[in-house]
């Protein structure tokens, strides 16, 4: 059974650093594409980084470029994204997701089956 758990998400100052984790069981993470999103109520899902096996490449949403980094410990079987320079507006629920046939598209995942129950993200003074 293919489970990912999201966790290190919370409360930080604008300005302030995260680091969220996605354990991923049920199967190899380095073999596949992975990705994370963040949703806020009565918005899309916003796609802010797709590491994309194929290529090899991360890709970053415009939005969070140069603040967030995407990594991955393949012998822990668990993917990062590491946030720095936080703002309000990175509010969110944040997911990762992934899926033997999935792939990137920009920062994108898509084609996915599997994800997290998401880690709540809250920037405020």
């Known amino acids: 059974q293919v489970q990912l758990v999201e966790s290190g998400g919370g409360l930080v100052q604008p300005g302030g650093s995260l680091r969220l984790s996605c354990a991923v069981s049920g199967f190899t993470l380095d073999w596949y594409s992975i990705g994370w999103f963040r949703q806020v109520p009565g918005k899309e899902r916003e796609g802010v980084s797709c590491f994309n096996v194929a290529d090899g490449n991360t890709y970053y949403a415009d939005s969070v470029k140069g603040r967030f980094t995407f990594s991955r410990d393949n012998a822990k079987n668990t993917a990062y994204l590491q946030m720095n320079s936080l703002k309000p507006e990175d509010t969110a629920v944040y997911y990762c997701?992934?899926?033997?046939?999935?792939?990137?598209?920009?920062?994108?995942?898509?084609?996915?089956?599997?994800w997290g129950q998401g880690a709540q993200v809250t920037v405020s003074s």
């Open positions: 997701a992934t899926d033997p046939q999935a792939f990137c598209d920009n920062s994108q995942l898509v084609a996915y089956d599997y």
